[in-house]
């Protein structure tokens, strides 16, 4: 039982270039959150999903783009990298109270 | 709006208590999350406490909830160098339901 993995861990990227982050958990729930942390601002909720096939809009959606492939994977996409976009990116997975989180890809955008 | 706010940095010696305020501002809250962020890792729950309770305690952590003033707070007893780490509390207003963090108390343990 793996948990929620995300790939890559660490991601350098140019201006304008486009990357899919992926996350994926084993552990058959329902919601999937993308966050990211910045310093000082704790986490901020990017998309979720609160089940397959649905996704919805968080607090800092401009820029990204989500997919929710199937029940196990949900993907978060740059399609125009911007520095503004440089940040620690975490994916979670929830059940009832809980939720989990994976262990954060950090993404530099030059 | 919610909003979440927790003081940015907390330094103590080995063996004392911690103790880690956060305030919200959403009455409405009903579950209320204490979170660790070791460093290089995700975010790891700690605890959390449902908004009809004062107090949960749990091993040499201690969660203490006054919904009147909005205030909650993590004591963590005879504090050792492991505990080291950020904590973030958050709430939200149902399980299942999504998370609003506050910003992070990053806790320096002192040998």
């Known amino acids: 039982n793996a948990g929620v993995t995300q790939t890559p861990k660490f991601q350098v990227l140019k201006t304008g270039q486009s990357m899919t982050l992926q996350c994926a958990q084993d552990m058959n729930h329902n ?74 890809t950090r993404l530099t955008v030059l | 709006g919610e909003d979440v706010e927790q003081s940015l940095f907390l330094s103590v010696r080995e063996g004392d208590s911690s103790v880690i305020n956060c305030t919200y501002t959403d009455s409405s809250s009903t579950y209320l999350y204490w979170y660790k962020q070791e460093p290089g890792a995700g975010l790891q729950l700690l605890t959390y406490i449902f908004s009809n309770m004062d107090m949960k305690q749990d091993q040499r952590l201690t969660v203490l909830l006054n919904k009147k003033d909005k205030h909650l707070s993590l004591r963590i007893a005879d504090t050792q160098t492991g505990d080291s780490a950020i904590y973030f509390c958050a709430e939200s207003k149902a399980a299942g339901n999504k998370l609003t963090f506050g910003g992070g108390t990053r806790v320096l343990v002192k040998p």
């Open chain 1, 31 to 104: 919601s999937m959150y993308w966050y990211r942390q910045d310093p000082g601002m704790g986490l901020r909720l990017i998309y979720y999903s609160a089940s397959e096939g649905t996704t919805d809009k968080g607090e800092v959606p401009n820029g990204y783009n989500v997919s929710r492939l199937n029940k196990r994977e949900f993907s978060l996409r740059l399609e125009s990298a911007a520095p503004s976009q440089t940040s620690v990116y975490f994916c979670a997975s929830q059940i009832g109270d809980t939720q989990y989180f994976g262990p954060g």
